[in-house]
Nanobody
Framework: QVHLVESGGGLVQAGGSLRLSCAAS????????MGWFRQAPGKEREFVSA????????YYASFVKGRFTISRDNAKNTVYLQMNSLSPEDTAVYYC????????????????WGQGTQVTVSS
């Protein structure tokens, strides 16, 4: 069982940056591949980024375009999403999720989800 809590969301102007954090409970955090997803109003949840359990492999959605960086600290049971050059199109609720499966781009593959953190980018 893994309990996930996101933080770091907020209101930022276009071009600004935010760093999201996802703190996980449980002693097996380092066994999980972690993902970030987002959901804008009226839209389906979409994949943003993922990092494998060892931190050695990372994946990004094409719309990230080098603006976001995912990382993890297994000693702190935390995964991060550094978001730079934000635009209003990035406005959404951002969720972190955990899975032991390898298809990290699919939300259906994740077993545990956080409650989400709101990111709002003003123009």
């Amino acid at each position: 069982q893994v309990h996930l809590v996101e933080s770091g969301g907020g209101l930022v102007q276009a071009g600004g940056s935010l760093r999201l954090s996802c703190a996980a409970s449980g002693r097996t955090f380092s066994s999980y591949n972690m993902g970030w997803f987002r959901q804008a109003p009226g839209k389906e949840r979409e994949f943003v980024s993922a990092i494998m359990w060892s931190g050695g492999n990372t994946y990004y959605a094409s719309f990230v375009k080098g603006r976001f960086t995912i990382s993890r600290d297994n000693a702190k049971n935390t995964v991060y999403l550094q978001m730079n050059s934000l635009s209003p199109e990035d406005t959404a609720v951002y969720y972190c999720a955990a899975t032991t499966r390898v298809r990290v781009g699919a939300s259906s593959e994740y077993d545990y989800w956080g409650q989400g953190t709101q990111v709002t980018v003003s123009s």
